[in-house]
């Protein structure tokens, strides 16, 4: 029997009430929230599509789903429930997805994307989103997270020894504005990493400027999905995990803590419905964001806070429209510029997924799916990630037993 969706405790706003919340503290937390999702976590993107043999057009069809199709969403869920709800990709699945493009062909990775669209739809209008995120211990889940995540950290150091003029400026004023807070406020660690490293590409003359650069809308390519039994078992449940433990997790908590209530079943079907449409022109699932929404509840009147995320969605449509001349433009920057982008981006993450996986209970079982999905030995045709989860899983049950007992109330 399926439950209501939750419903706005309010009347959506009118034009003219967005207009008189607006303000330079929404439009500027708005602005860097947005800014965070086009710099690290389009060059994950780059990264997985590249170094899965897509094409151009085809990653750059990928970037426009997923900033135009979430744009839509995130503007329609912050002006209904009047919250600043961001929606972008999931980016431990853009990682998953990277290690199965080595044994899938892009079609059946296409295919799965659908099937977790249906399944998130199914669990966030059955009301079953919360049973479900208790079915598989969080450290297991983080354990699985830290395996998929490990190669980012290690390409960063990989760059730094090779391309030490463009990858150690980078590492460097990350460091600065990382260990100096009231510096980093006004210039977060991620985007001064990202301007330096364009300054030094430009000055040693390595940007590879022989291709046109001219704004360029975009022309989306449509993906025809393939359905390959092998893609659907090593991917669906992962990607529904990552979405709605690992990522809408860490969304819901953030909002939680500003004092906002955020419609956790609504969300899970905006995920699966968002999913289904962007993974027409091959885009990640959709998810709740963490960092961005961090951002946007981090300044400003609580019950104005709506209006930034107003503005990433605003943003994120306009950025994903002109696709193409972005995509381009980070394709013929130089390979260590992305790497240590992708991996300084991902420090904090890797940090906390080890953090969460090995902090108290299950730590055995998290031990094991980090080994088994770090291994990367596809098994049945099956990736790594998923044997990850279930061989965590399993130690789990035969050897921590007492850690699957409910936590005595304090």
Not at 293 to 306: D, F
Request: charged share 10%.
């Amino acid at each position: 029997m399926f439950t209501p969706i939750e419903r706005p405790t309010e009347t959506p706003p009118a034009p003219g009430k967005i207009l008189s919340d607006f303000g330079p503290v929404y439009a500027s937390s708005g602005f860097i929230g947005w800014l965070f999702a086009v710099t690290a976590p389009v060059a994950i993107i780059l990264a997985v599509g590249s170094g899965g043999g897509l094409s151009e057009g085809q990653i750059a069809s990928w970037i426009f789903g997923v900033f135009f199709v979430n744009g839509l969403i995130t503007i329609l869920f912050c002006r209904l429930y009047r919250q600043p709800l961001a929606f972008f990709w999931t980016i431990p699945g853009t990682v998953l997805v990277g290690q199965s493009l080595t044994h899938l062909t892009f079609p059946e990775v296409v295919g799965a994307y659908y099937a977790t669209a249906v399944l998130m739809l199914v669990l966030g209008a059955t009301g079953s989103v919360k049973r479900a995120m208790e079915l598989v211990p969080l450290p297991i889940v983080m354990g699985m997270v830290a395996g998929v995540f490990l190669r980012f950290g290690l390409d960063l150091v990989h760059a730094v020894f090779t391309d030490v003029a463009i990858a150690a400026p980078m590492v460097a004023i990350w460091l600065l504005l990382s260990a100096l807070p009231w510096l980093g406020r006004r210039c977060p660690p991620i985007i001064g990493a990202l301007l330096v490293g364009g300054l030094a590409t430009i000055v040693l003359g390595r940007f590879d400027a022989s291709a046109s650069l001219q704004l360029e809308l975009i022309r989306p390519v449509l993906q025809q999905p393939a359905w390959s039994l092998a893609a659907m078992v090593e991917l669906v449940v992962p990607l529904a995990i990552t979405v709605l433990v690992v990522q809408n997790g860490q969304g819901i908590a953030v909002l939680k803590t500003a004092g906002h209530e955020p419609p956790i079943n609504a969300v899970a079907v905006a995920c699966g419905i968002g999913s289904a449409i962007t993974a027409l022109v091959g885009g990640v699932s959709t998810c709740l964001t963490g960092p961005t929404n961090a951002i946007l509840v981090g300044s400003g009147e609580r019950r104005r806070q709506y209006v930034a995320g107003i503005v990433v969605g605003i943003l994120a449509i306009l950025f994903g429209l002109l696709a193409p001349t972005f995509t381009r433009l980070l394709l013929n920057a130089p390979k260590s510029l992305i790497a240590t982008l992708a991996g300084l981006a991902m420090l904090r993450v890797l940090q906390t997924a080890f953090v969460t996986a090995f902090g108290s209970r299950f730590s055995l079982g998290a031990l094991l799916a980090f080994l088994v999905t770090v291994a990367d030995r596809p098994l049945l045709n099956i990736g790594a990630a998923f044997w990850g989860l279930v061989c965590g899983l399993a130690i789990s049950w035969l050897m921590e037993r007492a850690d699957f007992a409910p936590k005595p109330k304090s």
